[in-house]
C-alpha cells in the first residue's frame, strides 16, 4: 500500500513562505498525481490544487493562483507545496492525499498524516 | 460547479445504525460523491464513491463492510450498522468537477457523527 508522509509543523510569521513536502512511500501506477487540501482550526476540507505525477502539470484553485506552487522530485517520490506572503488566515493543517485512479474514476487514496501551519507574529 | 450540502451533526447509539445524507446543488443528479471518515486529529480516510447506482469501484482499505452507500436524486447516503466507538468521526463528502487535466475537488462541511 502507498502510504504518503509528510514534514513537520511550522511556525511562520506574516509574509514569509512555507513549503511543504509529502514522500510516497513507494511509486504507484494507479496514481493520477497529488492534491493539496487544507483544514482551518475546526473547519471542513478545502481542496488547493493538484500535480500530475505524469508530466508535473499543475492545476491550482483560484483562490490560490498567485501564492502556491506544486512541484515534485520523481527521484525520492517526494511533492512539496510551497506557498508565499502567508497571512494569519493561512494557519491550517496542510495535506496531501494521492489521487488514486479506478478505470475512468478517481478519488483521494491514501492522504498523508498532515502537517500544521501556524502564521504568527 | 456542485455546491455539497451535510447537516453539520448525527447521533446514534452503540451498536444502532445511522445514515448520513450529503446533498448535491441542482442540476448536478448525475455526480458522483466521494466519502471520507476523519477521525480526531488524523488525516481523512477516503471510504468509498457513490453514484445513483451504489458504490463506484472498490472500498477503501480498511473500511469494514458495516459501511455502506447508496445514491438517489440529488442525495448521496452513507450508512453505517452496528455502530462502534470507532466510528466516531468527522465525515465529509467530496466530488471532483471538471474533465481531463482541468478538475477541481468540492467539499461538504462534514457531519460529526458522535456515538451515544
Known amino acids: 500500500q502507498v502510504q504518503l508522509v509528510q514534514s513537520g509543523a511550522e511556525v511562520k510569521k506574516p509574509g514569509a513562505s512555507v513549503k511543504v513536502s509529502c514522500k510516497a512511500s513507494?511509486?504507484?501506477?494507479?496514481?493520477?498525481?497529488i492534491s493539496w487540501l487544507r483544514q482551518a482550526p475546526g473547519q471542513g476540507l478545502e481542496w488547493m490544487g493538484w500535480?500530475?505525477?505524469?508530466?508535473?502539470?499543475?492545476s491550482y484553485a483560484q483562490k490560490f493562483q498567485d501564492r502556491v506552487t506544486m512541484t515534485t522530485d520523481t527521484s525520492t517520490n517526494t511533492a512539496y507545496m510551497e506557498m508565499r506572503s502567508l497571512r494569519s488566515d493561512d494557519t491550517a493543517v496542510y495535506f496531501c492525499?494521492?489521487?488514486?485512479?479506478?478505470?475512468?474514476?478517481?478519488?483521494?487514496?491514501?492522504w498523508g498524516q498532515g502537517t500544521l501551519v501556524t502564521v504568527s507574529s | 460547479q456542485p455546491v455539497l450540502t451535510q447537516p453539520p451533526s448525527a447521533s446514534a447509539s452503540l451498536g444502532a445504525s445511522v445514515t448520513l445524507t450529503c446533498t448535491l446543488s441542482?442540476?448536478?443528479?448525475?455526480?458522483?460523491v466521494d466519502w471520507y471518515q476523519q477521525r480526531p486529529g488524523k488525516g481523512p480516510r477516503f471510504v468509498m464513491r457513490?453514484?445513483?447506482?451504489?458504490?463506484?469501484?472498490p472500498m477503501g482499505d480498511g473500511i469494514p463492510d458495516r459501511f455502506s452507500v447508496l445514491g438517489s436524486g440529488l442525495n448521496r447516503y452513507l450508512t453505517i450498522k452496528n455502530i462502534q466507538e470507532e466510528d466516531e468521526s468527522d465525515y465529509y463528502c467530496?466530488?471532483?468537477?471538471?474533465?481531463?487535466?482541468?478538475?477541481?475537488?468540492?467539499f461538504g462541511g462534514g457531519t460529526k457523527l458522535t456515538v451515544l
Open positions: 513507494r511509486f504507484s501506477f494507479d496514481s493520477r498525481g
Open positions: 457513490v453514484g445513483t447506482g451504489g458504490i463506484v469501484g
Open positions: 467530496g466530488a471532483d468537477h471538471g474533465s481531463g487535466n482541468d478538475f477541481l475537488w468540492v
Open positions: 492525499a494521492r489521487i488514486r485512479r479506478f478505470q475512468t474514476e478517481q478519488w483521494l487514496a491514501p
Open positions: 441542482s442540476g448536478y443528479s448525475d455526480y458522483k
Open positions: 500535480i500530475s505525477a505524469n508530466n508535473g502539470h499543475t
